[in-house]
């Protein structure tokens, strides 16, 4: 395991449009599969320079799996408290290698990291047909603080 840069956006691509793609089968019709792999390069990119960090598993030469992470800042207003946390934007670990503790593993790195930097917290969101990523955040006691309700009214 180790941080990842965008001198790694070449071998995050397929994992990061196979995760999109996960999305796409499930909500075809709010994503899409019509990005190019160079499109899928700058939004990655675009990531990295809004304040992005990712972590990232190898195994056999190969990345296997990545979270991708960036820092919030909110300062203070009229009734809350300024905030500095991370927010999990990506997290995926490649079929073949699910079920071994990867995506566990990359979250306690980031929170090390994030603890590092004085970070305290992170958040994350997902969809509710993905109970893959709901298990993941529960086995490392991440616990629903705010829930957003949606209904399609076409």
């Known amino acids: 395991m180790r941080d990842l840069t965008k001198d790694d956006i070449s071998d995050m691509v397929p ?11 499930a909500l075809p019709k709010v994503f899409h599969d019509d990005g190019t792999d160079a499109q899928f390069a700058d939004h ?22 990545y979270a991708l992470f960036l820092i919030q800042q909110r300062p203070a207003d009229a009734f809350r408290h300024p905030v500095k946390r ?6 995926f670990v490649a079929k073949p290698k699910r079920g071994a503790g990867y995506a566990t593993a990359m979250i306690s790195a980031m929170e ?10 992170w958040t994350a969101s997902h969809y509710a047909f993905n109970s893959d990523v709901a298990r993941t955040f529960a086995t490392v006691g991440a616990h629903a603080d705010l829930v957003r309700v949606a209904k399609p009214i076409m």
């Not at 994992?15 to 089968?25: E, G, I």
């Not at 991370?86 to 997290?91: C, I, R």
């Not at 090390?112 to 917290?121: D, F, K, V």
């Open 15 to 25: 994992l990061f449009r196979a995760l999109h793609q996960h999305h796409v089968s």
């Open 44 to 65: 990655l990119a675009q990531l990295f320079d809004d304040s992005g960090a990712a972590i990232g598993v190898w195994h056999g030469g190969q990345l296997v799996g």
């Open 86 to 91: 991370a927010y999990l934007d990506h997290l």
């Open 112 to 121: 090390a990291r994030l603890a590092a930097q004085g970070i305290t917290a």
